[in-house]
């Protein structure tokens, strides 16, 4: 079974997450971990990256590099120097994949043409921004700093400098209809350039808004029937649009899906650097977890110290835990997983009686070697895998 180990990760390819922790506001639904700076030494955050990913490629040599996400935070904020360096070494230290997918996410409000320019001359060929809403009134109790004019703005620049651009809308918002939802998500489809993420507002523990929720402060969200209605209606007009969801919430036309993103859902291996960055990395003693300190400062300065890393390695998975987190990742994707993957891991058949009752009842299908989620079982994600789980 180490054999199988080792290799494992090569099926879904190798990825670099950066994390910019930095916002110029924090939004009140935003669980990611972002801080408000006054001030950033942006030379000292580009000496920190380039040093952590040369620890990480001592570890990792001779690989090819199939995608570089830089996230956030808001990423755009970054100095273009920072990203080309970052760029530059790590497509130094290992080696990219011809068709090697760069993004980087950027807020409306951060966007200026020069900047995507230079952007786009580091090696960004990808770019998501994030508009959340199309009008005025929602962005701003969605506690967004930018217009419907700067989100359009930008999304122009974006498409006249990149070959690749996504965007990201939340819907189910605050007393937010069917038919309004309809209509923006047409004129949303109007604009994509093949890639749409789509989220559900969800209200998160240690966020403004749940804060407001528990005070009775936060009115109109969709009641459980409406919130499954909004899933439903999106799901139709995107697919009769062509760009179907190849993942819960990422939607995209043919050839269009994130590389990066199914480096996770596939079970793939990925470097993470910045702050509260996670990354899994296959080694010689099994396929490790890695998990940075959240503090920024923190993180920095433990990334600038010679004698260790800012991002510390965990003890290797267990098989059954690698199975599990296999299974997690892959039933979001609309491709499914490989039983044989799974079984090889857990070294025997994995919930063949379980698996059997959910396709039964439509949840689930089971074509040669792939399980994947049906359509009518994909609002029942979570639990559709606390079943077969409890069964491996």
């Not at 998501?128 to 009134?137: E, F, M, V, Y």
């Not at 109109?220 to 409406?226: A, C, I, N, R, S």
Request: charged share 20%; proline share 5%; hydrophobic share 40%.
């Amino acid at each position: 079974m180490a054999e199988v180990g080792v290799a494992d990760w090569q099926q879904a390819g190798f990825g670099l997450y950066v994390h910019w922790p930095f916002c110029e506001s924090k939004c009140p639904y935003c669980d990611f971990n972002s801080h408000v700076a006054k001030t950033v030494d942006h030379g000292a955050w580009r000496t920190a990256f380039l040093a952590e990913l040369r620890r990480y490629a001592e570890l990792t040599p001779g690989r090819v590099l199939r995608s570089i996400f830089f996230g956030g935070g808001t990423p755009s904020l970054m100095e273009p120097e920072t990203v080309a360096a970052v760029i530059s070494e790590a497509t130094a230290l290992w080696f990219p994949a011809n068709d090697i997918e760069i993004t980087l996410e950027a807020n409306p409000g951060s966007v200026e043409a020069g900047r995507f320019v230079a952007y786009r001359a580091a090696g960004v060929n990808r770019v998501s921004l994030g508009i959340q809403a199309l009008n005025d009134t929602d962005l701003r109790r969605l506690g967004r700093k930018h217009s419907l004019d700067e989100a359009m703005r930008a999304l122009q620049i974006a498409r006249k400098e990149f070959s690749r651009v996504s965007f990201d809308l939340i819907y189910a918002r605050q007393d937010q209809s069917l038919a309004a939802w309809q209509d923006e998500l047409k004129r949303a489809l109007d604009l994509a350039a093949g890639h749409l993420s789509l989220y559900q507002l969800t209200i998160e523990d240690g966020t403004v808004f749940a804060e407001r929720m528990a005070r009775g402060l936060l009115h109109g969200l969709p009641e459980e029937d409406l919130a499954a209605d909004f899933y439903h209606l999106t799901q139709e007009i995107c697919e009769s649009a062509g760009m179907p969801a190849y993942e819960i919430s990422n939607h995209a036309a043919p050839g269009q899906q994130s590389i990066h993103n199914l480096i996770y859902w596939q079970g793939g291996d990925y470097v993470g650097i910045g702050p509260g960055a996670h990354g899994r990395l296959t080694l010689a003693s099994g396929r490790h977890p890695t998990e940075a300190p959240r503090a920024p400062g923190e993180w920095l300065q433990r990334a600038s110290n010679p004698s260790g890393p800012g991002q510390d390695i965990q003890p290797a998975l267990a098989w059954d835990e690698r199975a599990i987190e296999y299974l997690l990742m892959g039933l979001r994707i609309r491709q499914g997983i490989s039983m044989a993957r799974l079984d090889a891991m857990l070294g025997r058949e994995a919930a063949r009686s379980e698996i059997a009752a959910l396709r039964d009842m439509g949840m689930v299908t089971m074509q040669d070697d792939a399980l994947a989620v049906t359509d009518s079982g994909r609002p029942l994600l979570n639990a559709i895998l606390q079943r077969i789980v409890n069964a491996i």
